[in-house]
């Protein structure tokens, strides 16, 4: 019976759009002579008649023998592909009518339009990279700073799939200890199996509690450092997003109120992932607009990972300052006081708060910025911000499972100091082997497989 992965699948590689190159590629048993039917290359030869990987200049043809573009075809036989199928790319000239129309004569020569991730989803099903490493792909895609690519490109070489494989092996070993010991009764060793199943069960817990443990920053890695200024109109809020921006993102007057809704960017300060927010000005106001701007302001700040609460020294302090000190005296917050470049109204002593999180700035001047920088290092990496080839958890769904692979180890160990039978034991092992095995893929329900490649663009 034939089956869906038998077809030959069919993508515009590259973005939409004007560019020098556009790229068409197939994969699929066949999908050599889908090419054949529709190119002419320069020399006549035929590319199933040439070496595996390797460049051919030419012409796709229509049917009725014109033709469509100039081209260059990259041809690689299978094993050694990314998909581990025949693959063929056509490199065309960028731009949305000669590859679409390249495209269409793809698929009208024999090849079926790809799924979203189903090039990457052929190369998980034919056993080329496990699950993770498949993920790791669309982080590489859509990371945004050196940081997040490097923890992406550490996934893809298979880092936490060879991890994952090296705990689950040591969980199978002690599922088969009680396999044995169950399989020859006669033999008293409950005492020395239970001892072993308890040490590996605790092993292989501490491995997985400090891969959890780099979860936090894993999570800042992956989506940033979720961050929203905070202040009364007019305090320099907006001013701070376009200085972090370096554009001018935020309309900027000095009419308060002008800012009424959030404006969200995400910005690579010297290396650290920051998802930033500007946020209406906070004030008592009768208008109904600006009104639901405050609001959303401080539903933004609530689930924020940091608040840069930026006071005007310029200014006396008044009741709506005092109410923005309490609101995040028990958040991690940066206190901004800004407009130091002005005659000062008061001072960090005035304020009566811990100063180690208050930085004195101007950001018309560019004064205390580069402080900003260095304490937004200091508080969520430790001033180090290296990953290397250090391995972290970046991804909620492997967070997921780990977790729920330390909670059946854990009943697992319960279970083995209640003296309670070796079978027992296994259930709980081997729940943790399936918890697991849901990263890299060995044990995954097809919808779910589903909605993970679901998330990647067509091409890929």
């Known amino acids: 019976m034939k089956s869906y992965l038998d077809d030959i699948i069919a993508a515009i590689s590259t973005p939409a759009g004007t560019g020098g190159i556009g790229i068409v590629r197939m994969s699929g ?8 039917k529709i190119f002419e290359s320069k020399t006549g030869i035929r590319l199933s008649d040439k ?7 030419g012409k796709i043809k229509a049917e009725d023998g014109s033709v469509i573009d100039e081209v260059l075809v990259s041809m690689m036989k299978k094993p050694n592909t990314y998909t581990c199928e025949d693959v063929v790319e056509i490199n065309c000239h960028g731009g949305f009518v000669s590859t679409s129309k390249v495209l269409e004569r793809v698929l009208n020569a ?6 979203g991730g189903e090039f990457t989803k052929r190369a998980f099903l034919n056993g080329r990279i496990d699950l993770s490493q498949a993920e790791a792909v669309i982080d590489i895609i859509n990371s945004k700073t050196d940081m997040g690519r490097q923890s992406a490109v550490n996934q893809l070489e298979g880092r936490l799939g060879r991890k994952v494989k090296e705990m689950r092996s ?4 002690a599922i088969s200890t009680i396999e044995a010991a169950i399989d020859y009764p006669e033999h008293d060793i409950e005492e020395e199996t239970y001892a072993v199943l308890k040490e590996k069960s605790q092993s292989v817990l501490s491995e997985i509690e400090k891969l959890l443990e780099t979860a936090d920053m894993g999570k800042i890695v992956r989506e940033g450092i979720k961050t929203v200024i905070l202040g009364k109109p007019n305090v320099g809020k907006s001013s701070l997003l376009n200085f972090l921006l370096d554009e001018e993102r ?4 000095d009419v308060p109120g002008t800012t009424r809704d959030t404006v969200e960017e995400f910005v690579n300060i010297a290396g650290v992932p920051v998802n930033i927010a500007d946020t209406a000005g906070i004030r008592h106001t009768d208008d109904i607009v600006e009104k639901m701007g405050v609001e959303r302001s401080f539903e933004s700040a609530k689930m924020a990972d940091l608040i840069l ?7 006396e302090i008044d009741d709506d300052d005092r109410k923005l000190l309490d609101f995040v005296k028990d958040k991690k917050c940066l206190i901004l006081l800004n407009k130091t470049d002005l005659e000062p109204k008061f001072t960090a002593d005035d304020l009566k708060i811990d100063k180690k999180n208050v930085i004195e700035m101007s950001v018309r001047e560019n004064i205390g910025t580069q402080e900003l920088v260095e304490r937004l290092k200091n508080m969520f990496f430790g001033g180090d911000i290296e990953i290397k080839n250090g391995l972290i958890i970046s991804n909620s769904r492997h967070k997921n499972a780990l977790y729920e692979a330390t909670q059946s180890l854990k009943r697992a160990i319960n279970t083995i100091d209640s003296g309670m039978p070796e079978d027992f ?3 709980d092992l081997s729940q943790a082997v399936e918890n697991l095995g849901e990263i890299t893929g060995e044990s995954m329900q097809e919808d779910l497989l589903n909605r993970i490649f679901e998330r990647f663009c067509v091409g890929k």
């Not at 024999?110 to 799924?115: D, W």
């Open 110 to 115: 024999g090849a079926r339009l790809a799924e």
């Open 250 to 253: 935020a309309i900027v007057t």
């Open 29 to 36: 048993d066949g999908c050599i002579d889908v090419a054949d």
């Open 170 to 173: 040591k969980l199978l070993d």
């Open 51 to 57: 070496k595996s990987h390797t460049i051919t200049y």
């Open 425 to 427: 034991v296994s259930m």
């Open 309 to 315: 609460l930026i006071l005007d020294t310029s200014r």
